[in-house]
């Protein structure tokens, strides 16, 4: 079945200092790959989605392609800040279950020490 | 503009009791909408997804059923809860079309003791 895989379940990170969190995925068909954001207390918001080989999805400076050969789509910020403390899900819907069901990783909490 | 209201936003109850979670969305005609649910510290758990009124289709098994009794209307129950209820529930819709996203709710705590 069709499933998404993050690494780092805790990031800390001092403020500039750059971000990456590390998403697979595995998918019958060809899915739409998501980043969301959740703060604490909060529903989890789209940060962006990319839906081809080789789109750049990006938002507030945090940015992800998707690789198709390597089924990744990895998070980046040049330079975080403390408000960027929250957690990160990676997330898919496929083609192949009619966009219907939407997988997500484990979660990623970042904290960002000012 | 589409919005999402989830009530209540906690609840405390008791194990046995019965719960009734809802969810309405606006401003969207015949949305795709979830039911989520997060442990404390967890990651996101698919419980129930509808695609039209009357139809609902069960993704994990946790003693919980939900319906959809309008276009924008999605209740998650139970008749006795159980410790391993305690979470936060979200509710979320989508277009189930190529390249939709899926918007949540504020969600509810609950809390069972």
């Known amino acids: 079945g069709d499933s998404v895989t993050q690494t780092e379940g805790q990031v800390a990170l001092s403020e500039e200092d750059f971000l990456t969190i590390h998403c697979n995925y595995s998918a019958s068909g060809y899915p739409t790959l998501f980043w969301y954001v959740q703060y604490p207390g909060e529903g989890p918001q789209l940060l962006f989605r990319a839906s081809r080989d080789k789109e750049k999805g990006s938002s507030r400076g945090f940015e992800a392609t998707y690789d198709k050969g390597t089924t990744s789509f990895h998070l980046r910020k040049a330079s975080v800040q403390e408000s960027d403390s929250a957690v990160y899900y990676c997330a898919l819907s496929d083609r192949g279950t009619g966009y219907q069901n939407f997988y997500f990783g484990k979660g990623t909490s970042l904290t960002v020490i000012p | 503009a589409q919005t999402i209201h989830q009530w209540p936003v906690a609840e405390i109850k008791a194990v046995g009791s019965p719960l009734s979670l809802g969810c309405t969305i606006k401003?969207?005609?015949?949305?795709?909408l979830y039911w989520y649910w997060q442990a404390t510290g967890g990651t996101l758990q698919q419980l129930f997804y509808s695609i039209t009124v009357g139809q609902v289709e069960s993704v994990v098994q946790l003693n919980l059923s939900a319906s959809r009794p309008k276009d924008d209307q999605f209740i998650l129950s139970t008749e006795k809860l159980l410790l391993s209820h305690s979470g936060f529930y979200l509710c979320a819709w989508s277009l189930g079309v190529s390249q939709n996203t899926l918007y949540f709710g504020a969600g509810t705590r609950l809390s069972v003791l």
């Open positions: 401003g969207k005609s015949s949305p795709n």
